[in-house]
């Protein structure tokens, strides 16, 4: 590293001497200093892609800083000692500029980047004597590994890299033995959990937000800002089945904020950023919405709005009053609660009927995708976390009305609980009381202890083990850790150091879609 430092300020040396006095040309530093890691294209090579849309809010001083100081545990070098502070003004500026033209990436171009490991070798059963269904993944964003973590004694099976920025819950095959990782500059990795061994990646889109699985296992579908697709992969070998483009009725663009899969209804669910409609997308010729019988089972006048088109990959358009980029559903996936992130409210809307069927009060940007639910004296309700404010709504999914709304002490990301947890775990991500635990009791709704292990640092999102009788919470910081607690006693049982842990993924807890987890 030092070598290539040291290359890099006799290049820039010769290269970037400019006249007395002239700005600098942040197009030109880029081109010589930065495009061999991210590309003449600034979409990504051996370092992520450098666009507005990856950039999201490292932009002005943030992003200068970076270029500056560099990034730890990583191959980006600080270029504080090679260019001046206007120079690297000049090409964070660039930087934030969008793309000349936009990028073509379909099928020959994704395909074009699949990998698929020589050395990997399918075993005929797990490689280790833990209990298969019972592996948590914890993904640390740190250094860009995924840690395979023994779900009884926590022992690490292993320790792979991932691509950069994964983002979303990775996806489980069905049977839980392969799992796909997703990052955010759209490279899908496949890793077998029997073997322990990655199995190869593709880049699947050049901006993407997550993935899904199909009831079947057979195809992965891959939500993309940019392009403006979906695109659906063989699960199998990594290859390309399908990229939808996505355009409203009127023709305009839309930006796939998040793919959901749909097991019952045999369907992935698409939530669109700029046009008010849902897509479904059929994965099975026979899905219920793509049935003929399905369309004449339900209210005259209905039809319009049900699928016109039939076959794997058909796809549905229901019709919304507005944008919707966040959902979550109730557990036969007949009903979706809907908001917009900048909304006042949620929507639920019918899948069966394509229709809005209410509205919900859910001030504070709820963050839907982080609900949960579970029966409470007979009745079942969902809980969702807002992250603008200190509360977490919890609603009757029957009549939909607003049962209570719990106060916290700032606004929460992830909520989380399980079948065998007495409690909701809800994060405190950030606010003066940022990195407490609200622990909440799933019958009387009341605040039951507020536990505070690391004050002041991000602790936040919880996994349980198969059975719920372990939480394990990530202390979300670069030398950060991830806590295994009682979940019974409230007790610290051990702590297991890791690079910046998020998200924590139990096999078992994924493939059943356990009430208390996100699917
Ligand atoms: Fe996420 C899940 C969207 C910012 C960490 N996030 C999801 C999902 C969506 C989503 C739609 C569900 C996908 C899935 O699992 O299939 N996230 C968004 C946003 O729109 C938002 C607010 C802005 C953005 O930049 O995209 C956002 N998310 C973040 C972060 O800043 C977090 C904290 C750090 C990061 O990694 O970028 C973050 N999001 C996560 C994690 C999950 C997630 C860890 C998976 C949770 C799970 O338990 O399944």
């Not at 990997?120 to 019972?134: G, H, I, K, L, R």
């Not at 007949?334 to 809307?349: D, K, M």
């Not at 605040?447 to 394990?472: C, N, Q, W």
Request: proline share 6%; hydrophobic share 40%; with cysteine.
């Amino acid at each position: 590293m030092i070598r290539r430092i040291a290359s890099l300020s006799l290049l820039a040396g010769s290269l970037l001497a400019h006249p007395a006095h002239a700005a600098p040309d942040g197009a030109t530093i880029y081109a010589d200093l930065c495009a061999s890691c991210h590309a003449e294209t600034r979409l990504g090579g051996t370092g992520p892609a450098l666009i507005p849309e990856s950039l999201g809010r490292l932009k002005g001083e943030k992003l200068m800083t970076v270029i500056a100081q560099g990034r730890a545990m990583t191959q980006m070098p600080a270029f504080r000692g090679t260019l001046s502070a206007e120079e690297i003004a000049a090409v964070a500026e660039f930087l934030g500029q969008p793309l000349p033209a936009p990028p073509v990436w379909d099928a020959g171009a994704i395909m074009a980047t699949r990998s698929l490991r020589a050395d990997y070798q399918a075993t005929p059963a797990p490689v280790f004597d833990a209990d298969p269904m019972n592996i948590t993944l914890v993904v640390e964003t740190g250094d860009s590994h995924i840690s395979v973590l023994n779900g009884d004694t926590f022992a690490v099976l292993d320790r792979f890299e991932t691509p950069f920025a994964v983002h979303g819950g990775p996806k489980f095959s069905p049977d839980g033995r392969f799992v796909f990782v997703m990052s955010r500059d759209g490279w899908v990795q496949k890793y077998d959990i029997w073997s322990l061994h990655e199995v190869g990646r593709v880049r699947a889109g050049l901006n993407s937000r997550n993935i899904a699985m199909s009831h079947d296992g057979k195809w992965l579908a891959v939500a993309n800002y940019l392009p403006a697709t979906l695109t659906i992969l063989s699960t199998d070998d990594l290859s390309v089945a399908k990229v939808l483009q996505v355009q409203g009725r009127d023709g305009r663009e839309s930006r796939v904020a998040a793919v959901y899969q749909a097991p019952q209804r045999k369907s992935f669910v698409l939530a669109l950023k700029d046009v008010p409609e849902i897509w479904e997308v059929a994965t099975d010729p026979d899905a219920g919405p793509f049935h003929d019988g399905f369309v004449h089972s339900h209210e005259a006048g209905m039809e319009e709005s049900l699928a016109a088109e039939k076959g794997l990959f058909a796809r549905r358009r229901i019709d919304v009053t507005a944008p919707l980029d966040d959902f979550f559903f109730d557990p036969d996936y007949r009903n979706l609660i809907g908001a917009n992130r900048e909304g006042e409210t949620g929507v639920v809307v019918n899948l069966d009927v394509g229709r809005e069927i209410a509205t919900l009060p859910l001030p504070g940007m709820p963050h839907l995708g982080s609900g949960i639910s579970w029966v409470r004296q007979g009745r079942r309700v969902m809980a969702v976390p807002h992250l603008n404010e200190g509360r977490i709504s919890v609603i009757d999914m029957q009549d939909w009305s607003l049962v209570k709304t719990i106060e916290t002490s700032g606004p929460g990301f992830f909520l989380r609980s399980h079948d065998g947890a007495p409690q909701i775990w809800a994060d405190v991500f950030t606010g003066p009381h940022k990195g407490e635990m609200h622990l909440i009791d799933k019958e009387t709704l009341d605040l039951v202890a507020v536990i505070s292990p690391e004050p002041g640092k991000t602790v936040a999102h919880t996994e349980f083990t198969r059975d719920g009788s372990r939480a394990l919470v990530s202390i979300w910081e670069d030398d950060g850790a991830v806590i295994v607690f009682d979940t019974a006693t409230r007790q610290e049982l051990m702590r297991l150091p890791m690079r910046k842990p998020s998200g924590k993924y139990n096999v078992w807890n994924k493939i059943t879609f356990e009430d208390g987890t996100s699917h």
